[in-house]
């Protein structure tokens, strides 16, 4: 009779964690949701405007090489961006790498964007919308253990937008606010003006014309700017846009490299402004 009991309570207390999981995942999809919808409705400015060669006329020749190879002549600018990726992720030096999941929703025309990462352990959504960065971590869907705002990460988030945009290269035209500066052989330097920051990233080219690396600098936590590297391969086409696939995201740091971020994209579809 007792070992019967203890298996109820037991079986009764597995239970009750697996419905308040459940709960917090339902909570957490529908966070999400309402996130998305706002990030869509914020971006009302869309675009006609189609990419002609005639823009490519004083750029760099790392960066024309770049949008020849990336673009077809009268290429829709693209407004929207909804994305999917497989990886892994690693929260600090000595950590492990975990497998993480992931479906990101861009705007292009007024810069915004909201990530979702989810692994077996925590759920993480990096968010720039009308202007304000922020990144929320929960633990197992349900308790936030970061939720961070603030100047810091206005300018981190949209430096991440930024940054992706080799995943939708048409913002990375030049522009009123986009500029593009030689450096040496192979090299360029992106410079982006908006909401009262500017930007800036390194930017490395092979001779395919495909971008490999970009490098900047960001805020690692509240006070302390290190420098940023997105390195990037696997171009595949998508609607006749050739993109990279995969995705190495590090820090350098005193004491060394700091690898967090390996992703692997595996959908990619422009102009659809609604969830998977």
């Not at 390195?231 to 846009?241: A, G, M, R, T, W």
Request: charged share 20%.
């Amino acid at each position: 009779m007792k070992i019967l009991i203890t298996l109820i309570y037991l079986f009764s207390f597995v239970l009750l964690i697996c419905i308040i999981l459940i709960i917090g995942k339902i909570n957490l999809f529908f966070k999400f949701k309402n996130q998305v919808k706002d990030l869509f409705r914020n971006s009302i400015k869309v675009t006609n405007q189609k990419f002609d060669k005639s823009q490519l006329e004083g750029l760099p020749e790392p960066v024309k090489k770049y949008f020849l190879y990336a673009l077809r002549e009268g290429q829709s600018y693209i407004n929207y961006v909804r994305i999917k990726h497989s990886g892994q992720f690693k929260t600090g030096f000595g950590n492990k790498w975990v497998n993480i999941m992931g479906e990101q929703y861009v705007t292009t025309q007024i810069p915004g964007f909201i990530w979702k990462g989810t692994t077996s352990i925590f759920a993480a959504r990096d968010i720039y919308i009308s202007g304000k960065g922020r990144l929320i971590v929960s633990l197992l869907s349900m308790i936030n253990t970061v939720d961070a705002m603030g100047d810091q990460y206005n300018q981190g988030e949209l430096l991440r937008w930024l940054g992706e945009s080799v995943l939708y290269p048409t913002t990375l035209l030049p522009s009123e606010n986009l500029k593009w500066q030689l450096m040496d052989g192979n090299m360029a330097k992106l410079i982006f003006n908006y909401n009262e920051l500017q930007l800036f990233f390194d930017v490395t080219f092979n001779e395919q014309g495909e971008i490999t690396q970009m490098e900047s600098m960001r805020y690692i936590d509240q006070v302390k700017i290190e420098k940023w590297v997105i390195k990037l391969s696997d171009y595949k086409e998508f609607q006749n846009i050739k993109i990279p696939t995969s995705t190495e995201v590090l820090w350098k740091l005193e004491k060394g490299d700091f690898s967090y971020a390996r992703f692997n994209i595996t959908k990619v579809e422009y102009e659809k402004p609604e969830l998977f």
